[in-house]
Nanobody, 124 residues
């Protein structure tokens, strides 16, 4: 079992930055690929970014490429999402997720574990 707790969400002006964190506990964190998803009001949850256990493979949704950066620190059992040049369309609840396979995070909505989510609101 893996427990995931997100933090760092909040209200920011368009063009600003936020850094989300996800702290993991339970089974060996370094064996899991980690990812971020988001769900805007009235929309389906969508993939944002994923990182392999070794950080050697990283994937982004086209909508965030060049603006968001995913990273992880296995010594701290944490994964991060640095969000820059935020836009109003980035407003959503952001979820951390874990799965043994990066491809599951990138291509499905069925990772093994989910966090509870953190709200990000970008004002114009």
């Amino acid at each position: 079992q893996v427990q995931l707790v997100e933090s760092g969400g909040g209200l920011v002006q368009a063009g600003g930055s936020l850094r989300l964190s996800c702290a993991a506990s339970g089974r060996t964190f370094s064996r899991y690929a980690m990812g971020w998803f988001r769900q805007a009001p009235g929309k389906e949850r969508e993939f944002v970014a994923a990182i392999s256990w070794s950080s050697s493979s990283i994937y982004y949704a086209d909508s965030v490429k060049g603006r968001f950066t995913i990273s992880r620190d296995n010594a701290k059992n944490s994964v991060y999402l640095q969000m820059d040049s935020l836009k109003s369309e980035d407003t959503a609840v952001y979820y951390c997720a874990a799965d043994p396979y990066t491809v599951v995070l990138e291509t499905t909505q069925s990772p093994d574990y989910w966090g509870q989510g953190t709200q990000v609101t970008v004002s114009t």
